[in-house]
T-cell receptor, first 112, second 114 residues
Framework: TQLLEQSPQFLSIQEGENLTVYCNSSSVFSSLQWYRQEPGEGPVLLVTVVTGGEVKKLKRLTFQFGDARKDSSLHITAAQTGDTGLYLCAGARNGGYNKLIFGAGTRLAVHP | SAVISQKPSRDICQRGTSLTIQCQVDSQVTMMFWYRQQPGQSLTLIATANQGSEATYESGFVIDKFPISRPNLTFSTLTVSNMSPEDSSIYLC???????????FGPGTRLLVL
């Protein structure tokens, strides 16, 4: 059972376009993390959100945690070719054990 | 954050053999995790390794197939035993640092089983 539904699975856009990736669940998470993974490398942490309704910005990336802590979104403004990669959301449940549940991932390709 | 290294970075193995993957962290950590990432897929947790106790395995993963050692607070190994082509994957270790359930990942070990 996939507890975290991530969409879209694939996204191919032109440089300069905006995009949003969604991560949804029927379960409540104590925190949610977004990672980016490039070919041949391990996932790199982008952000951790812990408070319902929280919004965090990282340059052109905006992350939002839903009020009920069941969903999250990642919005990229004016995408660049360097944003290409696999974006993964991961939720932590029942803080203390620290086990993460990963979404299926969104493979983003930004073309010049 | 944490600096994590894995050895080997990649390997090609024959079916029926075993491979041990090492994970080294630059500082002491309580929890280390081992994941599998099959081609084109997301990450699946294999087990959690705590120092001084046996690893805790997720559903679908067993100790006989994926024995894990955790001899100290900076090091862990994962062995993929009696390999078959279905074990071809990227194997990643991660550590829990900085609270808030944040995990940091190593670069991964790319395994191809022929």
């Amino acid at each position: 059972t996939q507890l975290l539904e991530q969409s879209p699975q694939f996204l191919s856009i032109q440089e300069g376009e905006n995009l949003t990736v969604y991560c949804n669940s029927s379960s409540v998470f104590s925190s949610l993390q977004w990672y980016r993974q490039e070919p041949g490398e391990g996932p790199v942490l982008l952000v951790t959100v812990v408070t319902g309704g929280e919004v965090k910005k990282l340059k052109r990336l905006t992350f939002q945690f839903g009020d009920a802590r069941k969903d999250s979104s990642l919005h990229i403004t004016a995408a660049q070719t360097g944003d290409t990669g696999l974006y993964l959301c991961a939720g932590a449940r029942n803080g203390g054990y620290n086990k993460l549940i990963f979404g299926a991932g969104t493979r983003l390709a930004v073309h010049p | 954050s944490a600096v994590i290294s894995q050895k080997p970075s990649r390997d090609i193995c024959q079916r029926g053999t075993s491979l041990t993957i090492q994970c080294q962290v630059d500082s002491q950590v309580t929890m280390m995790f081992w994941y599998r990432q099959q081609p084109g897929q997301s990450l699946t947790l294999i087990a959690t390794a705590n120092q001084g106790s046996e690893a805790t395995y997720e559903s679908g993963f067993v100790i006989d197939k994926f024995p894990i050692s955790r001899p100290n607070l900076t090091f862990s190994t994962l062995t993929v035993s009696n390999m078959s082509p279905e074990d071809s994957s990227i194997y990643l270790c991660s550590v829990d640092r900085g609270g808030r359930e944040t995990q940091y990942f190593g670069p991964g070990t790319r395994l191809l089983v022929l």
